[in-house]
């Protein structure tokens, strides 16, 4: 399930809009609306992306478009149980040669 969207979309529109629309610098649209300048690149890059003038981004219309899933990683190479152990190639010796020795 996707996070809570801090921002409407009726204001995300606008602001991309105004982006768009006017010549002045991001930073200075994102301070007068008061959001932060990344997010308003953000907004931008995903909205030309939806439109299809920009390429190598995901539009938010592709099916199948999941978000992070945090928790436990996903173990994908299982070993076989039945399967002889690897070979030790360096050799290694772990017995000692006599009781409580380090």
């Given at each position: 399930m996707a996070a809570p969207r801090k921002y409407p979309d009726e204001f995300r529109g606008r602001a991309v809009r105004e982006v768009r629309s006017t010549d002045r610098p991001i930073?200075?649209?994102?301070?007068?609306?008061?959001?932060?300048?990344?997010?308003?690149?953000?907004w931008v890059r995903q909205?030309?992306?939806d439109h299809g003038e920009r390429d190598g981004r995901l539009t938010a219309a592709e099916p199948g478009l999941?978000?992070?899933?945090?928790?436990?990683?996903?173990?994908t190479t299982v070993p076989e149980p039945s399967?002889?152990?690897p070979p030790d190639?360096?050799?290694?010796?772990?017995?000692?040669?006599?009781?409580?020795?380090l």
């Open positions: 930073a200075h649209i994102a301070k007068d609306l008061g959001n932060r300048k990344e997010a308003l690149r953000g909205a030309e992306a999941e978000g992070v899933i945090r928790g436990q990683q996903r173990r399967a002889p152990p190639l360096v050799d290694r010796d772990f017995t000692a040669s006599r009781p409580d020795q």
